[in-house]
T-cell receptor, first 113, second 110 residues
Framework: GAGVSQSPRYKVAKRGQDVALRCDPI?????LFWYQQALGQGPEFLTY????????KSGLPSDRFFAERPEGSVSTLKIQRTQQEDSAVYLC???????????FGQGTRLTVV | AQRVTQPEKLLSVFKGAPVELKCNYS??????LFWYVQYSRQRLQLLLR??SRESIKGFTADLNKGETSFHLKKPFAQEEDSAMYYC????????????FGKGITLSVRP
């Protein structure tokens, strides 16, 4: 497909478990963003990649959160030792360098029990 | 610090009524402003950007720098406009992160 693809769509994790969330951006999009959306809130920025370089990770809430994009295409957001407050929808977005705004994936809904 | 405020959580109108979804922002500099929409069970998608000065699906939004507002308007609401709407801003002239408001649910009744 032509859009941003995220997997899995839903993930239930036991507290303390590690999880990995995947994002396939639109082909050719240089920029890739991760956002976290808690229930009833707007998306909040986590981290930003330009190609394989992670240029901004100021939004990552703790050192349990780690993101990578080793070949400048697919990205993975990893959360170690998940906690209940990590329960949220994790959104990935991509865009070309010249374009403002971004195209979003459908998100991964993470529930930590 | 940059911030986007959407003061209302829900707006319910009848079909054919005018709609105004409010958005205020704070930002030191010249931001780029956006409205995103999320229909039921669909992904978040860009509705319009202030620099485009377009009308999309009958919606318009004018950037008022004096009032730091970017309200979304439509003269005659349709049932298919029912959705969640988010106002967002980013640094102008660069591909940078978005700061979102909390969103507003628009419900258009028949």
């Amino acid at each position: 497909g032509a859009g941003v693809s995220q997997s899995p769509r839903y993930k239930v994790a036991k507290r303390g478990q590690d999880v990995a969330l995947r994002c396939d951006p639109i082909s050719g999009h240089v920029s890739l963003f991760w956002y976290q959306q808690a229930l009833g809130q707007g998306p909040e920025f986590l981290t930003y990649f330009q190609n394989e370089a992670q240029l901004d990770k100021s939004g990552l809430p703790s050192d349990r959160f780690f993101a990578e994009r080793p070949e400048g295409s697919v990205s993975t957001l990893k959360i170690q030792r998940t906690q209940q407050e990590d329960s949220a929808v994790y959104l990935c977005a991509s865009s070309s360098l010249r374009q403002g705004g971004a195209f979003f994936g459908q998100g991964t809904r993470l529930t930590v029990v | 610090a940059q911030r986007v405020t959407q003061p209302e959580k829900l707006l319910s109108v009848f079909k054919g009524a005018p709609v105004e979804l409010k958005c205020n922002y704070s930002y030191s500099g010249s931001p780029e402003l956006f409205w995103y929409v999320q229909y039921s069970r669909q992904r978040l998608q860009l509705l319009l950007r202030h620099i485009s000065r377009e009308s999309i699906k009958g919606f318009t939004a004018d950037l008022n720098k004096g009032e730091t507002s970017f309200h979304l308007k439509k003269p005659f609401a349709q049932e298919e406009d029912s959705a969640m709407y988010y106002c967002a801003l980013s640094k102008a002239g660069a591909n940078s992160k978005l700061t979102f408001g909390k969103g507003i649910t628009l419900s258009v009744r028949p």
